[in-house]
């Protein structure tokens, strides 16, 4: 199993960035799909969650400017950000609960991370 994050860069402040990532290998299902982020010298931080129904929970930070989604055809979850600011730089990491097949649980498992910068 693996998560495969898509979609980083660079962008000015009040700009948007949509983040992918899909999961893939031997899975029998996925229960929540994530986003977090890392800057540096700091913890890393939940940004944004969505269960397998649908029902996104976020960080205050984010809230009325990112929209998290997902495709449970695709095995895909999406980070929409907006009216993004200079704090938001970091390394964004998607997260997956999901149980693979021949496991008897879910597990949680983690994208490589992708450099989201916000600058002039």
């Known amino acids: 199993v693996q998560l495969v994050e898509s979609g980083g860069g660079l962008v000015q402040p009040g700009g948007s960035l949509r983040l992918s990532c899909a999961a893939s290998?031997?899975?029998?299902?996925?229960?929540?799909m994530g986003w977090y982020r890392q800057a540096p010298g700091k913890q890393r931080e939940l940004v944004a969650v969505i269960t397998s129904g649908a029902k996104p929970n976020y960080a205050d930070f984010v809230k009325g400017r990112f929209t998290i989604s997902r495709d449970n055809v695709k095995n895909t979850v999406y980070l929409q950000m907006n009216s993004l600011k200079p704090e938001d730089t970091a390394v964004y990491y998607c997260?997956?609960?999901?149980?693979?097949?021949?496991?008897?649980?879910?597990?949680?498992?983690w994208g490589q991370g992708t450099q989201v910068t916000v600058s002039s």
């Open positions: 997260n997956a609960r999901l149980r693979a097949i021949l496991e008897a649980y879910e597990n949680e498992y």
């Open positions: 290998g031997s899975i029998f299902s996925i229960n929540t």
